[in-house]
């Protein structure tokens, strides 16, 4: 049971209660259905305790504005909250090892966010965000409230960081999803806006449209260069949980990387170790960053005889 549907089962109740005390007692065989209803939705729930939810504020600022909070033009805040949907529950499934370079997006209905109130200061949303739990109720933080607060730190990097800095989260990160970040940042810059983003106690803001515009850039595909390498040399490392590997080319030179691999495919990859092999990479580099490495399939190695 997730959150939604703790909630659809307490409006069941509310609904089936107002229509029961309009039904007289007397009426056994019409109360009958209802009362069944009513006592299987109770039971849904009995027990359940509704945590404290997590909320975050978005807010904007810039041309799609009107006298900073009278309002905002709707078809630029319909869309600009899509695209930041979009962005958390790509971020999400990236933190979850589930997204790939195409398809639908993983588990997004689980990721929605529920727009709650409009948030004070400029003109935007207060947002909730869903709390979940793949094995217990209600007793884990929902991974979008990790998502939000990774772009928060995507979004300091790409003002304040050094390519260096950036080139961490885009290890850590999907490329697909860094994409979904820069396309909510871009829909900004076309329509001559900027934005806050509030969540747990941390509050990050773009100081102009000009700060935006530029941070924008350096999630750019231009910025962000991608190409396919090839090494020959010996795998000396492999850790299939956390999708890593190290690649030793020569004796002072050791390529440290990730993978997109399950992890039954990550302890296939360690039947390799110590083979000479031919392996293909995908090499990522953030403006003048140190290049990342990426090994996207086992059919990206093959063994060399010896």
């Known amino acids: ?50 945590p404290a939810s997590q909320r975050l504020k978005l807010t904007f600022r810039g041309q799609p ?10 078809d630029f805040a319909g869309q600009a909250l899509d695209k930041f949907t979009n962005a958390v529950t790509a971020i999400a499934a990236s933190l979850k090892d589930k997204l790939s370079d195409r398809g639908r997006i993983p588990e997004k209905q689980q990721n929605q966010l529920l727009i709650v109130g409009p948030a004070i200061g400029s003109f935007g949303f207060e947002l909730e965000l869903p709390i979940s739990s793949e094995n217990k109720l209600f ?29 961490e989260f885009i290890d850590e990160v999907h490329p697909r999803a860094i994409d979904k970040v820069h396309e909510f940042l871009e829909y900004q810059v076309q329509n001559g806006a900027w934005c806050d983003l509030d969540f747990d106690g941390h509050v990050f803001r773009f100081q102009n449209e000009g700060q935006l515009a530029t941070s924008a850039r350096r999630l750019a595909k231009d910025y962000i260069a991608e190409k396919e390498v090839c090494f020959a040399g010996t795998l000396i490392g492999v850790l299939p949980s956390d999708r890593r590997f190290e690649l030793e080319i020569s004796r002072a030179d050791i390529i440290k990387g990730k993978t997109y691999l399950s992890l039954e495919e990550g302890k296939r990859l360690v039947e390799h170790i110590t083979k000479p092999i031919r392996i293909t990479l995908k090499e990522v580099r953030v403006g003048e960053g140190t290049p990342r490495y990426i090994l996207e399939s086992l059919e990206n190695i093959t063994l060399v005889d010896s």
């Open 65 to 74: 504005v009107i006298e900073e909070t009278y309002g905002i033009y709707a």
């Open 139 to 167: 007793e884990e933080l929902h991974i979008s409230g990790e998502s939000v607060k990774k772009i928060q730190a995507i979004f300091q990097a790409i003002t304040e960081g050094t390519d260096e800095d950036l080139s």
């Open 1 to 50: 049971m997730n959150r939604a549907e703790y909630l659809w089962y307490s409006s069941e109740i509310t609904t089936l209660e107002e229509l029961l005390k309009g039904i007289p007692k007397e009426n056994v065989i019409e109360r009958m259905g209802f009362e069944r209803r009513l006592k299987e939705a109770r039971a849904a729930i009995e027990g359940v305790v509704m």
